[in-house]
């Protein structure tokens, strides 16, 4: 995690707020802020801002995460046992045609 380079007391937050999505929108995690604001008191960071760009990028780096634990999970549990799809349906009852990939 990069260090916290300055946390901005909650009066002043107010008062930069509208600077602050002004720079995000124009310039999304490449601005003066590197898209992250951290706003606290006593110079201990309490909130952080974010350019949409930046959470959106974090997001889908979290959602990778979870699909790769997900993954690395079922692989444990995995007896190598496979079923083709025209079995599985006749098992169920119902006509393999309609399953059919073409």
């Known amino acids: 995690?990069?260090?916290?380079?300055?946390?901005?007391?909650?009066?002043?937050?107010r008062a930069r707020l509208?600077?602050?999505?002004?720079?995000?929108?124009e310039h999304g995690?490449?601005?003066?802020?590197?898209?992250v604001v951290y706003v606290g008191s006593y110079r201990?960071?309490?909130?952080?801002?974010?350019?949409?760009?930046?959470?959106?990028r974090i997001m889908d780096l979290l959602d990778d995460l979870v699909a790769r634990d997900e993954i690395e999970r079922r692989l444990e549990k995995d007896?190598?046992?496979?079923?083709?799809?025209?079995?599985?349906?006749?098992?169920?009852g119902l006509d393999p045609t309609d399953f059919a990939l073409e």
């Not at 509208?18 to 929108?25: G, I, M, N």
């Open 29 to 35: 995690e490449h601005g003066e802020h590197a898209g």
């Open 44 to 56: 201990r960071p309490e909130a952080v801002m974010l350019a949409y760009e930046r959470y959106a």
């Open 79 to 92: 007896a190598g046992e496979r079923h083709d799809l025209e079995d599985v349906a006749r098992d169920l």
């Open 18 to 25: 509208s600077a602050w999505l002004r720079e995000f929108r």
């Open 1 to 13: 995690m990069a260090p916290i380079t300055e946390v901005i007391p909650s009066s002043e937050a």
